[in-house]
Structure formats: C-alpha cells, structure tokens
C-alpha cells in the first residue's frame, strides 16, 4: 500500500531530455535490495553533477520538490520497479511528461506514484518555468498553475482510484476476498 494521493501542491524540478531510460534513473548495479528504502540516494547516481540532469539535482531547491517535469519516453528501457521506487524514496509523488514508457507507467501506479501525461503546450509552459509552485488535483485531473491557469489531464479509472485510495491491484483482490469465497462456494 502507498501513501494515498489527493493533490500535489509542489514546486517543479525540471529534466526535459527525452528518452530517459531506467539504467539512468537508478543503474543496474544498485538493484542489488528488495527494499525500497534507501534507493533515493541512488537516483540518477551516474548523471549527478553531470550535463542538465546534475545541474537540476544539484540545486538546492531540487530536495524540497515533490513534481518531476521530465522528457518524453521517460522510463524506456528496462522493465524494473527499483525506478519509480527511487523517484518515491527521494521525495517525489508525481512525474509529468507528454509519454512514458508503458511498464514504467504501470510500476509508478502501483508503487503510488503519479504519472501525468501532458499536451505539448502545457510541457512547454513548464519546462519554460523552472522551479513553478504548480498543484496536481487528483480527483479533478487537473493542473493549477499560480496564477490559477487550469490544465486538465486523463488518468485510467482504475489507476486513479488506485491512488486516491493507496491501494494497487493485490489489495484490491485481497479486498474481494469474501466476495471470491461465497462465488467459489456457489460452483
């Protein structure tokens, strides 16, 4: 279970390159836990202090920010889960970008956090506002920016059911439990 999410109030910590793989995000040779804990320190191990990347997370401001503003096809490669949990364990609760790679997507939902895919326009206001105080509602699926500027975005029922209540799929299966046993006792 994951912390659930109902809004997201946050300054931006922008990385807009494209293609950011999972071997960048967290290199293969730190999947070493099974624990989630501990994996922040990691994140992004072979680009801190280099190119943009180790700009952005050098900046002071980079450890107070909960939204990542990140690329295109952010999470490509590799299908390991060990990524968003190092994006969690450093502290942040949502990643906007206009793609993700599909496993990618699928393990932040289940690991409880938010990937929020955006039109062109609104990736380009942000990545031209680095370190905006902008906030993600969940139930409303929207952006809001200071000035009050709405964005809308699309998220799966079930996904965002999900994360409102901190719940993945097995809980949601081990929740039907009583309603699994008195259909199997009806065959």
């Known amino acids: 279970m994951a912390d659930p999410i ?10 807009p390159l494209a293609n950011i793989d999972t071997d960048q995000i967290i ?3 730190m999947l070493t836990t099974t624990s989630r804990h501990g994996l922040g320190e990691h994140l992004f191990a072979d680009v801190r202090g280099v ?13 107070r920010c909960q939204i990542l503003v990140a690329g295109d096809n952010f999470g490509c490669g590799s299908s390991r ?7 969690l364990d450093h502290g942040f609760r ?4 206009t793609g993700f790679a599909d496993i990618f997507a699928q393990n932040a939902i289940k690991n409880g956090l938010l990937p929020v895919v955006v039109e062109m326009d609104v990736h380009r206001a942000l990545v031209g506002e680095p370190w905006a105080e902008i ?3 969940l139930p409303d699926q929207t952006l809001r920016w200071p000035d009050g500027t709405l964005f809308s975005f699309s998220i799966d029922a079930f996904a965002k059911q999900s994360l409102l209540t901190g719940v993945d799929e097995l809980d949601w299966l081990l929740d039907q439990s009583a ?9």
């Open 51 to 63: 190119g943009m990347i180790g700009e952005a997370l050098s900046d002071p401001r980079a450890s």
């Open 27 to 29: 290199p293969a040779r």
């Open 135 to 137: 906030e993600i509602d």
């Open 6 to 15: 109902r809004s997201i109030r946050s300054h931006t910590l922008v990385i």
């Open 81 to 87: 889960e060990h990524a968003p949990w190092a994006l």
């Open 94 to 97: 949502a990643v906007i970008s």
């Open 179 to 187: 309603a699994i046993d008195a259909f199997e006792e009806q065959r």
